[in-house]
């Protein structure tokens, strides 16, 4: 079994996940837009630096049509994102790369055009606080900017004298009056997000000679300059005609407790008015109709103890007139397919209006879905509502950034699978065929095998599951298997993912099992509520089943087994190490081990503590069994780590030392590890710390499960 050091110096090796160097340097796609005239598409792309550090973005430009190569449109090192398209073709995106006529000014997130005529891009406002996010009307000369103000700033000129001030005295405190504080790995405050309309500003010196290519100076208009922490971590959607801003937005309740109504913004008054509020739900914005007059709404319904969240789609008629300040919409709501088992992502509007395009997780995949927003109801048990769902796409992938040629025959996306990392495709939408376009970079080549296994659980449900399998294995030479237990706990195994990618462990010579236990997205409701607020039960025994009925097969070793997981993933590693002694190892990522500790200290404890009560919480806490682990566990934490916060790393580590069956002994060893990043957060992002993550797992699992002592990372300095 090859290792992630055993590649000679300066040979290639056989794929990219035999050298965890060459993984890294993959490039990355995300995100997709398309010009108002449908000729042109641009997307992100992440390549890793000449230090292999960081990862810089860049903006390359597709050929909807797939006949020409993908080639870059911008290069910088500071990277640039968040690609949006103008009514008029020009393409805005934010960058911190200097700007060339102010070379001396501090880098910082700035808006940039790039003109559909071509040519150099250029900046078009810079702020102190920076531009976080660009969105612009598709049907009108409307652009707007998504950035942050500090609270006691009366206007930008203030706002920069105010950072100024923190930043040339190195202050960084923050005074807090409200919930939350901190989220994933930010800390919030003193700044709040607000929503800016980008209006023509005033020549300096009018009549001054210059180029051809000189441009109108543009100013910031604050649209929410009340919205206090109401923006925060907000969906928020433009009119096709850019009179109207939509948007979620937090209300805070009492009990530090909150959810999101759905407001309307006037963009020629800066008129907020609430348009759905209602107890117990909260909503977001889909996309708004071609003739402006129908807003897709997502509802998603509070938490209990008792109860799973449903999540459904409606259509809210929003008229021609901005809404009135204080006016409620429910009664104007109709609910769209209430009567379809899955939680759709509103992606788009067919031109003509006639349809919307979604995509939902979907039994290990997350296609394109067409709802048609008029005629009759659904069959099937699609019906509840207007509409009918029909499936687009056919293939076992999972669908993201979807969009819409102007003449409606087309979609475009991004498509990946457990075979392939993001690339962008074309989707007839009259038969869903699916064409790969030409991309950045090629396909990653793997070696191996994917399968799809279920089996099924004591109470009858379909325990569901990918199974990767490394070439070779075979009842003569039977594989090492991994459990990998998905995060979530609400998501599934459908879609590539670069941290916790099983073809590394593959290429070492193991098989992966990704299984989709109760908890689990794509199956129905009832898959979801049959783990809801019982983790211990029916997401640990529909592991165990799957787990079980793989084993049996002749090329799959039954003595070499180890589990895996992150977040809720590590969660329930934990909670296998305190119930079975069945597997070799456990590793077990930023995850919950006491859930009364977890519960408040987490970043959204408002959420948490409305799905589990305390008795709950203490029934499916995996601490209470730290007695019986006998399984040496691999413990992995980053401390910047809000969601789930360090504490539960530390106390999970010093209760293993001090309290399991491999308690440290009288010279203070054990079997147990702990790999703790102090500046890395939920995820290990940098990718030389990438690097030590796998290289660490892979020689905790090969001294465990192979008796093989491989070498840790010469990083780690030992």
């Known amino acids: 079994m090859a290792s992630f050091d055993s590649v000679i110096l300066n040979e ?78 020009d393409l805005y995106f934010t960058s911190a790369r200097p700007d060339p006529e102010s070379p001396d000014d501090d880098p910082i997130s700035a808006l940039w055009m790039l003109p559909s005529t071509g040519g150099e891009a250029r900046v078009v406002h810079s702020r102190a606080g920076g531009v976080s996010a660009v969105l612009a009307a598709k049907s ?25 001030a923190r930043k040339d005295n ?114 977001f914005p889909g996309p708004v109709s071609p003739d402006n007059r129908t807003l897709v709404v997502l509802s998603e319904s509070d938490t209990t103890p008792a109860a799973a969240p449903q999540v459904k789609l409606h259509l809210l008629a929003v008229g ?44 290990g995949a997350s296609p394109v879905f067409r709802i048609s927003v008029a005629g009759e109801p659904g069959a099937s048990g699609q019906s509840g509502g207007t509409g009918q769902v029909t499936r687009l796409t056919s293939d076992a992938a999972a669908y993201t950034d979807v969009v819409v040629s102007p003449d409606g025959r087309s979609a475009y996306a991004l498509r990946s699978s457990y075979e392939f990392p993001a690339e962008a495709v074309r989707i007839d939408l009259a038969g869903g065929g699916v064409v790969r376009l030409p991309a950045p970079a090629e396909r990653p080549h793997y ?87 019982e983790w211990g039960k029916a997401p640990f025994t529909d592991l165990m089943a799957i787990t079980d009925a793989v084993v049996q097969r002749p090329d799959i070793d ?30 077990t990522h930023a995850s919950l081990w006491a859930l009364d500790q977890f519960g408040p200290t987490t970043d959204s404890a408002q959420y948490w503590l409305k799905e589990m009560t305390a008795q709950m919480a203490l029934e499916n806490s995996p601490h209470r069994h730290v007695g019986n682990i006998s399984t040496p566990m691999l413990v992995i934490h980053g401390d910047k780590d809000y969601r789930v916060p360090i504490g539960e790393g530390l106390r999970l580590w010093y209760e293993l030392l001090s309290k399991s069956q491999l308690a440290a002994d009288e010279n203070g060893e054990t079997d147990h590890r702990f790999l703790y990043f102090p500046d890395e957060n939920h995820w290990i992002l940098q990718p030389q710390h990438t690097k030590v993550w796998y290289g660490v797992v892979e020689h905790f699992l090969a001294r465990t499960l192979l008796a093989k002592d491989l070498p840790v990372p010469a990083e780690l300095g030992l």
């Open 320 to 363: 021609d007139a901005p809404p009135a300040a204080g006016e409620s919409s429910d009664a104007a709501m109709t609910p769209l397919v209430h009567g379809w088992d899955r939680w759709p992502r509103p992606e788009a509007w067919l031109p003509d209006g006639s349809a919307i395009l979604a995509t939902a997780d979907e039994d």
């Open 170 to 283: 190195k202050v960084a405190a923050i005074l807090h009056s409200g919930y939350p504080v901190r989220f994933w790995d930010a800390d919030l405050g003193p700044d709040q997000p607000r929503l800016f309309a980008v209006d023509p500003g005033e020549e300096k010196d009018p009549g001054k000679p210059s180029t051809v290519d000189a441009a109108a100076p543009r100013k910031l208009r604050n649209l929410t300059p009340d919205a206090g922490n109401g923006l925060r971590d907000a969906t928020s959607v433009v009119s096709p005609d850019g009179k109207t801003i939509y948007s979620s937005f937090t209300k805070p309740l009492a009990g530090a407790d909150s959810r999101s109504v759905l407001v309307a913004v006037d963009v020629a008054s800066g008129t907020r008015a609430v348009l759905l509020d209602t107890e117990g739900m909260s909503y």
């Open 447 to 533: 070696q191996g095998g994917l399968e799809r296994v279920e089996t099924t659980a004591a109470d009858g449900s379909r325990v569901p599951a990918y199974l990767a399998l490394p070439e070779g294995a075979s009842a003569g030479n039977p594989a090492p298997l991994l459990l990998w237990i998905h995060g979530g706990p609400l998501g599934s195994w459908n879609a590539w993912t670069w941290r916790w990618n099983p073809w590394l462990l593959v290429a070492r010579g193991y098989a992966v099992l990704l299984p989709d236990p109760a908890l689990s997205t794509g199956y129905g409701q009832h898959h979801i509520q049959r783990g809801w607020g």
């Open 12 to 89: 290639k090796p056989e794929t990219p996940f035999h050298d965890l160097d060459h993984y890294l340097a993959i490039p990355r796609v995300s995100g997709l837009a398309l010009s108002p005239d449908g000729g042109r598409l641009v997307t992100t792309v992440a390549t890793l630096n000449s230090k292999g550090t960081e990862y810089c973005t860049a903006l390359w430009e597709l050929d909807p049509a797939g006949q020409q190569q993908a080639r870059r449109i911008t290069r910088s090192a500071k990277g640039e994102a968040g690609a949006v398209f103008a009514a008029n073709g």
């Open 558 to 587: 039954e003595t070499r087994t180890a589990a895996m997981g992150g977040s809720f993933g590590g969660y329930m590693a934990n909670w296998v190490a305190g119930q079975t002694d069945r597997f070799k190892a456990i590793v």
């Open 140 to 164: 009108a000369d409307a652009l707007f900017v998504a950035a942050s103000v500090l609270t006691g700033s009366a206007d930008e000129d203030s706002d920069e004298e105010r950072r100024k």
